[in-house]
């Protein structure tokens, strides 16, 4: 059984900074891809930032500049450093993460989601 556990939401100002960690645990051989996602309200979910196992990063859009994701892979923990943040950035953010477990003598490989965090941003 795999866990993902993020924090780090709350309320902020415009202009205000958050940063968001996700932590996995259980059953863990190696994490590949690690992302997150967000949802507003009324709207799709979708991609902020990946970041692959070597580190290679991808943005949407909207947030290059202003957001970095990161990763500890020693602490199966991942990040998401939000600065400059606006009132469009308000959402439910949440982390993703494609694992390999152990089961037995084997692996399984599945994609696991957090159980998201709140971020509102306004004044």
């Known amino acids: 059984q795999v866990q993902l556990v993020e924090s780090g939401g709350g309320l902020v100002q415009p202009g205000g900074s958050l940063r968001l960690s996700c932590a996995a645990s259980?059953?863990?051989?190696?994490?590949?891809?690690m992302g997150w996602y967000r949802q507003a309200p009324g709207k799709e979910r979708e991609l902020v930032a990946a970041?692959?196992?070597?580190?290679?990063?991808n943005y949407t859009d909207s947030v290059k500049g202003r957001f970095t994701i990161s990763r500890d892979n020693a602490k199966n923990t991942l990040y998401l450093q939000m600065n400059s943040l606006k009132p469009d950035d308000t959402a439910v953010y949440y982390c993703?993460?494609?694992?390999?477990?152990?089961?037995?003598?084997?692996?399984?490989?599945?994609?696991?989601w957090g159980q998201g965090t709140q971020v509102t941003v306004s004044s």
């Open positions: 259980g059953s863990i051989f190696s994490i590949n891809a």
């Open positions: 993703n993460a494609d694992i390999l477990t152990t089961r037995g003598l084997g692996l399984i490989r599945n994609d696991y």
């Open positions: 970041i692959t196992s070597g580190g290679s990063t």
